[in-house]
């Protein structure tokens, strides 16, 4: 069984996929802050044909439903 810090990190990795359309994100880290966790990391965007990092925190509620999602650019 999965301990909830890795399913944080499926959860977001899958969400960020679908919302930048890209195939590869980087999870730095999960940090539980009440009854949130808050997972940050970075993901490969493409702007018209060059290839940018943009950075991301997500935060995820106990029942793994995202709450909030920031997204910049590096």
Excluded at 29 to 37: D, P
């Amino acid at each position: 069984m999965k301990s909830f810090n890795e399913e944080a990190k499926q959860i977001t990795t899958e969400f960020v996929k679908k919302r930048k359309n890209c195939d590869r994100v980087e999870i730095s880290s999960v940090k539980q802050k009440g009854e949130y966790w808050i997972i940050s990391g970075t993901c490969p965007i493409n702007l018209e044909g060059h290839l940018w990092a943009e950075k991301f925190h997500v935060v995820l509620d106990k029942k793994g439903k995202v709450k909030l999602a920031d997204f910049w650019l590096l």
